[in-house]
């Protein structure tokens, strides 16, 4: 990395908080070093409190680009100047690119996860999707799926408050898009069983299976596991969560975790601040 960075270096950013853990440093600046190019990416710890200036420093310091996560993603929205369609719709930002002081904010997560999913031979265009949860993640994925023409979008969660962004998650997808979307409480366990079996893929956007949920999963009836029933789960830490494991045991042939997800969000990123193509291959053989 010295020998590499120069008076001419430019700047990737990312602007969140907690954020020591993420792999996203390391995918980066492997890529850089790969296809030697003359970038670095930083990560820089920033809340709500910083966010303005921190923007401002974008601006101010000619930093290309910037991916952004917690607190941040609807923060951010209101100090761009531009919004994706994609990013509009779902109501929050992972990326900035700098077009000479124009910052405009795009979200990569849907468009990472329909890659993941493509990856593995998957086209969500004309499916029937079951998907539960309706936080971050599962909003990037409904809007993305209808953008890329799922057929249906059978959206449950349960009752908390993430229950209303479900509902709206809905209404935009069946105003701006040919999809249909629907939304049932996940405690409605007969219509939440009747819509899996009726998908060919069934989508997992809560956190369940993650810390401190590692013993939870949605699904524990083996019946509803069928062999062509692609089963993505959002959680890649850890690697194979309680759903994966059940599904694996009980028949399922196509089950897949968020690594693709997250690889390919910032592929996209990637792509949108650089120009460049991330080298995802050597990405996941570091990686994965
Ligand atoms: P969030 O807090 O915004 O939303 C959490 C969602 O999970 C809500 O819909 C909530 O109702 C639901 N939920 C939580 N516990 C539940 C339970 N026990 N039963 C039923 N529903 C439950 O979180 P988020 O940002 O959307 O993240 C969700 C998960 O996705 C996390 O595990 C996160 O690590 C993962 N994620 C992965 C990627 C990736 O690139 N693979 C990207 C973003 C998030």
Redesign the pocket.
């Known amino acids: 990395m010295s020998e590499r960075l120069t008076g001419h270096t430019l700047l990737v950013s990312l602007i969140a908080t907690p954020i020591r853990h993420s792999m996203s440093p390391t995918m980066w600046n492997e890529s850089f070093a790969k296809k030697g190019m003359d970038y670095a990416y930083l990560a820089f710890e920033v809340g709500n409190e910083q966010l303005e200036d921190a923007v401002k420093g974008i601006r101010a310091l000619d930093i290309k680009g910037s991916n952004v996560s ?1 607190p941040n993603k609807q923060k951010i929205i209101p100090l761009l100047d531009e919004l994706s369609p994609a990013a509009r719709l779902v109501g929050a930002v992972n990326t900035v690119v700098n077009q000479n002081g124009h910052l405009v904010g795009h979200v990569t ?1 849907g468009t ?2 329909m890659r ?1 999913l493509q990856d593995e031979g998957f086209d969500i265009k004309d499916k029937v999707v079951t998907l ?9 994925i409904a809007i993305q799926a209808a953008l890329d023409g799922a057929k249906e979008i059978r959206i449950f ?2 009752d ?4 209303a ?2 509902v709206e998650n809905a209404k935009k997808i069946n105003e701006n898009t040919d999809t249909v979307a629907t939304v049932t409480p ?1 405690e409605d366990q007969t219509a939440f069983k009747k819509s899996i079996s009726e998908s060919d893929i069934y989508i997992d ?6 810390h401190p ?1 590692e013993d ?1 999963s ?1 699904i524990d009836d083996p019946s509803l596991i069928r062999p062509d029933l692609v089963i993505f789960d ?4 850890p690697r194979e969560t309680k759903l994966m494991k059940f599904a694996k045991e009980n028949g399922a042939a196509k089950v897949y ?7 390919y ?1 910032g592929a996209e990123a990637f792509k949108l601040i650089t120009g460049e193509d991330m080298p995802v291959d050597y990405i996941k053989s570091i990686l994965f």
């Open positions: 917690m997560d990472g996860c993941a539960a949860g309706a936080g971050g993640a599962g909003t990037a969660n349960r908390d408050d993430h229950y962004t479900a996940l956007a809560t956190s369940a299976g993650m949920q939870v949605l959002v959680v890649y830490a975790n968020g690594l693709g997800m997250m690889l969000q």
